[in-house]
């Protein structure tokens, strides 16, 4: 079982950047597809992102296609989110999350391990 620690959430403007990381122990992250997810108040956990182990091909949700990055830096066995021109609909609390599958999906069934959310807040 991995365990997955998210960290740099935080407090920005609206236009600013953050970069969110999933520290992974216990299982090579890159083994299978991870991904970012987020939840609202009030909203459903919604998929935002994720990357294949295979390959590194990666999907992303319409609402953050160019403006976010999803990445892995397997020598710290770490994934990222690079969020750039943030909204004030992006406030939420994001989850990183890991699959038992090689197959590039957003469907969260098929994430297994998550970690506990890092919250980001978007002023306007």
């Known amino acids: 079982q991995v365990q997955l620690v998210e960290s740099g959430g935080g407090l920005v403007q609206a236009g600013g950047s953050l970069r969110l990381s999933c520290a992974a122990s216990?299982?090579?992250?890159?083994?299978?597809?991870t991904g970012w997810f987020r939840q609202a108040p009030g909203k459903e956990r919604e998929f935002v992102a994720a990357?294949?182990?295979?390959?590194?091909?990666?999907y992303y949700a319409d609402s953050v296609k160019g403006r976010f990055a999803i990445s892995r830096d397997n020598a710290k066995n770490t994934m990222y989110l690079q969020m750039n021109s943030l909204k004030p609909e992006d406030t939420a609390a994001y989850y990183c999350?890991?699959?038992?599958?090689?197959?590039?999906?957003?469907?969260?069934?098929?994430?297994?391990?998550w970690g506990q959310g890092t919250q980001v807040t978007i002023s306007s």
């Open positions: 990357v294949r182990g295979s390959d590194g091909s990666t």
């Open positions: 216990g299982r090579t992250l890159s083994t299978y597809t």
């Open positions: 999350a890991s699959t038992l599958g090689l197959t590039l999906t957003k469907y969260r069934g098929d994430f297994r391990s």
